[in-house]
């Protein structure tokens, strides 16, 4: 660690919302300011610096940051020295207007900024407010060394691509994390590399298109020109071959996969290795396709059954899981219908479910009317999530009598006397702790079963 007299001894409390992805750049985060010297503490109440990552994909998810605020608010009029700052989506999209909508803060930054977090955190210091929400075409941190927060020691995410190019109609990503960049290949591999050394046997790639990534040198994707650039480049299918072939007691998986850049290419990647899980996060938002095209997702419903066919076809033992939102602009009872008979059809493992909810600036709220009722939103939501759960049991339930291979994540969170971990279509499986530990693998008969956990004994 390296210290730096102006700031050590200092102590960070760090919060973090949303997406896989924000507590990844939270890890950043706190590699740059414990370089200079700050620690982490678990008490905001002791914190001389307090951050919050927030946030933007949803109205409620911003209303959930706001509230959080109100017990810093407290702090800061017991100790008035304390510094609060708001980073990532909720920062960008509102800038500096976040400051006057909210007096306690004193920093606000967004995702592409952390490296000018120790300057910031200077000014703020001095007493003046600071504010830094530049994006990049170019920022990855690909060199700086994340410290692993809430680490269980054995999984561990680590970020390819920053920044989204899709343009979704609801989505307020492309306007919080910009244009889409690719990290330079080596220094993933590095950094799994690393982490496998110091004993972690899991790594979550992390990028909001996965599938898009593609490395030739650094900077936009759209200003890769020239053949020869392209000849020479690192897609995402060769990224992952090349960290399953770190070692075989190393397992990858990756999110977020796009139905409309997801190859058969990657699929058969993903069949040659076994160290690679057989698990795919596929969003595919709406069963219909004109509401899928109003939404601009650059696929239709029969593109999507085409992707997963494709992977029934090529890893018929792959757990599949989906993002679904109710009630989007103008849809009707009809093509929510739709919805549930593509889900009847795929029959998900796991899906995350959300009302439509209308982000300022995006081409949904400019250009379509927000006019599906909340209750009707409401209930489509509910019929979404009752079949899910329906399917989720059914899921679960057909793996029992079946032998699966767990990675180890430590003790069970219902009693010291069970280990869990995860099979390799990321179901939980708790079984008896015997001599086995934490990072290790372990080959387990599932005996029975909760809706979502599998229970069984080591064989
Ligand atoms: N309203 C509701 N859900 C949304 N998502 C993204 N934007 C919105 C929005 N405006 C959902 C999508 C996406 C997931 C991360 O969040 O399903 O895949
Ligand atoms: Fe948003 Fe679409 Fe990009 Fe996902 S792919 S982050 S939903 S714009």
Redesign the pocket.
């Known amino acids: 660690m390296i210290e730096n007299t102006s700031s050590s001894g200092k102590k960070l409390f760090l919060e973090s919302y949303g997406c896989q992805m924000n507590f990844s750049d939270s890890e950043i985060v706190a590699s740059i300011l414990t370089s200079k010297g700050y620690s982490t503490t678990k008490n905001f109440e002791e914190a001389d610096v307090i951050f919050v990552n927030t946030c933007a ?1 949803r109205e409620n998810a911003e209303s959930r940051v706001r509230q959080r605020l109100q017990d810093f608010k407290k702090v800061k009029q017991k100790k008035p020295d304390t510094v609060i700052g708001v980073l990532g989506c909720m920062a960008e999209r509102l800038k500096s207007q976040f400051l006057e909508q909210e007096k306690l803060l004193d920093i606000v930054v967004g995702p592409d900024a952390y490296r000018d977090l120790p300057q910031l955190l200077e000014q703020a210091e001095s007493g003046q407010k600071a504010v830094n929400v530049i994006l990049s075409r170019e920022e990855t941190y690909a060199d700086i060394s994340p410290v692993r927060i809430d680490s269980n020691g054995v999984s561990a995410f680590i970020s390819i691509t920053r920044g ?5 109609s ?5 306007f919080t ?1 910009g244009r889409e960049r690719s990290r330079n290949p080596e220094s993933i591999v590095a950094e799994a590399c690393d982490l496998f050394e110091k004993g972690y046997r899991e790594v979550t790639l992390l990028g ?2 996965v599938d898009s990534y593609l490395w030739a040198g650094g900077g936009l994707k759209k200003e890769i020109l020239t053949e020869q650039q392209k000849a020479a480049s690192v897609n995402f299918s060769g990224l992952l071959e090349m960290i399953a072939l770190i070692h075989p007691d190393l397992r990858v998986r990756f999110s ?1 996969s ?1 139905p409309k850049d997801m190859t058969n290419e990657v699929l058969e990647v993903m069949a040659k290795y076994d160290n690679i899980c057989k698990y795919i996060h596929l ?1 595919v ?1 709406s069963g219909n396709s004109r509401i899928l095209e109003l939404m601009n ?1 650059g696929y239709n419903r029969e593109w999507y059954s085409d992707r997963i066919a494709a992977i029934k076809r090529i890893m018929p033992d792959c757990g599949i899981s989906t ?1 679904i939102i109710s009630g989007f602009c103008s849809e009707t009872e009809e093509e929510h219908q739709d919805t549930l008979r593509l889900m009847e059809q795929v029959q998900y493992d796991f899906a995350y479910m959300f009302m439509y909810s209308e982000r300022p600036k995006t081409l949904a709220e400019r250009k379509y009317k927000d006019d599906i009722a909340e209750e009707v939103k409401k209930r489509r939501l509910q019929e979404i999530v009752q079949l899910q759960q329906q399917h989720s049991a059914l899921k679960t339930k057909a793996a029992v009598g079946k032998v699966h291979r767990v990675l180890i994540e430590g003790v069970s969170k219902k009693s010291e006397a069970q280990l869990c971990g995860r099979n390799s279509q990321n179901t939980m499986v708790v079984f008896d702790k015997g001599q086995y530990k934490k990072g290790e693998y372990v080959n387990v008969l599932a005996e029975s079963c909760t809706a979502t956990t599998l229970i069984g004994r080591v064989i």
């Open positions: 994909i989204c190019d899709n343009m979704c609801f989505c307020v990503v492309p994390r909001q298109n977020t796009h969003p938002q997702r993002d």
